[in-house]
């Protein structure tokens, strides 16, 4: 139990003496920390339903309040606000006992759940671009995250391989390559052999097919035409367009699979659309046999509006009128398949907030048609866009949008002149300094991303993002290698830490107080599902750690016994910072 859990239990059942809701017992980390270390509020909240003053309230729930080994002073302020200051001594014990279990007194959560989390939702056949940065690191964090708290994670991709682009990329073959046998429709695999093994395109010819064939298509009624049946006849099992497939898709996952682990984000599984194809059909039949899904002008459609909604909300599409699927279609039968396969309790869909009317359509949809149970929730966690100094979705200087593998090597490239202007690891071998670049060219983009809320579109700044002092992604990873080399030259010079002692300045005091907030700040960060809230709780750890670092010499304190509860508070707080860096998906050099 943390120290502000405890403080809650306590102030709930004073709330329960004076026979009030024990709900009015929270207690919240002072907003005014000059006056009080936490505070209690309910005293006001629980007034007007009393029909009691609020003063007189809280001066009754501070005489029920007896914990003296752990409260030091109880003050009344204003209409009756609580001001809560804790003893030196407790908050000592509460920091001491963070570090004697893995989980650094983070309470596990009660009922751990299966949490599938799609994100990352590339195409196939296409290369990885900045559009694809916010869903795949916003994706890890809260991934990792639900997993630190003690649930079942699921990290699905969610590749888009079974729609329109994949027909039009046929086409776009067919018309380049017309004599692969893939496209010949008597062509018998039985009698003239397997289709060629080695892929007739890279992901980069895909890449630079697909604006090709989407811009034909837009102009030639006949060339979409084509791209249509190409899709319709892939998705009903056509040979030659299967096998086509097969190479669309091996070399979509090589490459996609090296850019997100250059990223630092990797999935559990690599399902796509395709995935789900045998279970489309039946699944249509089914919601028509139970009249959820009806026909109209030959397509397939479900009403999701309720009589309640303020806003039109359009019907949703199951099939086309030619009996083709969408992805809404696909979406519905992952939802089914991540419930009876795969034991799904929340799915948390991290993908743009543009998408909100689909997935409200998607979801609505599932729970009509019983495919999601009224225990099982989703939740669309959307995100805004990354954009230039224009303030529009960010793009090279040529106008085109940035691969993500040129993104890497961008920051990496800023992260290595920062280096050498900070004159830092300069005299690292060239292979050290290299993964040190990296390291600090992804802090920079993931702490540039992660600190701003998901739901706020955010301006690139690479040089803001780099540099090494300010609330960036470097300085915190600057902040934790320091405190790695502080106990380096400790161990050298054979010291050791021991019992952590009640706090004798105040800069360890307010840096003890920061540390005990951890579990509230990763419970906050998983109810909310920000790891802006992670990204500023670092950032404020690391700050408060400097000012005590700079006011109190741990290496030359005289007194022994203090010496070592600083080292203990020390590596306590290297420990805090690597797990929330790691929640971040931020790697932290072993030197700098």
Known sequence: MSLQQELTALFSQAFEAEELESSFGAVAVSQRPELADFQCNGALGAAKPAGRNPRDIAAAIVAHVDA???????????????????????????????????????????????????????????????????????????????????????????????????????????????????????????????????????????????????????????????????????????????????????????????????????????????????????????????????????????????PEDKKELPPLLLTRSDGSYLYSTTDLATIEMRVKDMGMDLGLYVVDARQGLHFEQVFRAARKMNILPSDVMVEHIGFGTVNGPDGRPFKTREGGVLRLGDLIALVTEGARARLDEAHIAEDYPDEERDVIARQV????????????????????????????????????????????????????????????????????????????????????????????????????????????YEHCHILNEPDVRRQASWLALVSLTLDVLTKLLDLLGIEIPDRM
């Open 68 to 306: 003296p080994e752990l409260i030091d002073t109880l003050d009344i302020a204003g209409p009756g606000f609580i001001n809560i200051h804790i003893s030196d001594k407790a908050l000592a014990g509460s920091v001491s006992a963070m570090s004697d279990t893995e989980r650094l007194g983070v309470a596990p959560i009660h009922r751990p759940l299966t949490v599938v989390v799609d994100y990352g939702g590339p195409n196939m056949s296409k290369a990885l671009h900045v559009g694809h940065l916010r869903a795949a690191i916003i994706g890890e964090s809260v991934k990792r995250l639900f997993s630190f708290l003690g649930h079942t994670t699921i990290g699905d991709i969610h590749m888009g391989d079974w729609g329109m682009p994949i027909g039009q990329l046929i086409v776009e073959l067919q018309d380049r390559q017309p004599d692969l046998p893939y496209f010949d429709p008597e062509y018998d695999v039985a009698v003239d052999g397997p289709y060629p093994e080695e892929s007739p395109v890279t992901l980069d010819d895909l890449s630079d097919m697909y604006p090709v064939i989407t811009r034909r298509c837009a102009d030639d009624p006949e060339v979409a035409e084509r791209a249509r049946v190409a899709t319709f006849e892939l998705q009903n099992g056509r040979a030659g367009y299967l096998a086509v497939w097969e190479h669309f898709h091996s070399v979509s996952v090589a490459e996609q699979t090296k850019d997100f682990k250059a990223l630092g984000v990797e999935f559990d599984v690599w399902y796509g659309e395709s995935t789900v194809n045998q279970h489309l059909e039946p699944m249509v039949r089914t919601a028509l046999a139970g009249g959820v899904g009806y026909e109209s002008d030959g397509a397939v459609i479900v009403d999701v509006a309720t």
């Open 441 to 548: 060219g992804l802090a920079a983009l993931k702490f540039g991303d992660l600190s701003n809320h998901r739901t706020s579109n955010y301006t690139f700044d690479l040089e803001r993002f780099s540099a090494f002092e300010g609330k960036t992604g470097p300085y915190l990873q600057y902040s934790a290698v320091r405190i790695k080399s502080i106990l380096r030259r400790a161990d050298k010079q054979g010291l050791k830490a021991a019992e952590m002692i009640p706090p004798t300045v105040s800069q360890e005091r307010i840096l003890m107080l920061r540390l005990v907030r951890l579990s509230e700040v990763v419970h906050r960060a998983a109810d909310l599902r920000a790891p802006n809230v992670l990204a500023e709780y670092s950032y404020e750890l690391a700050t408060d750690f400097s000012r005590f």
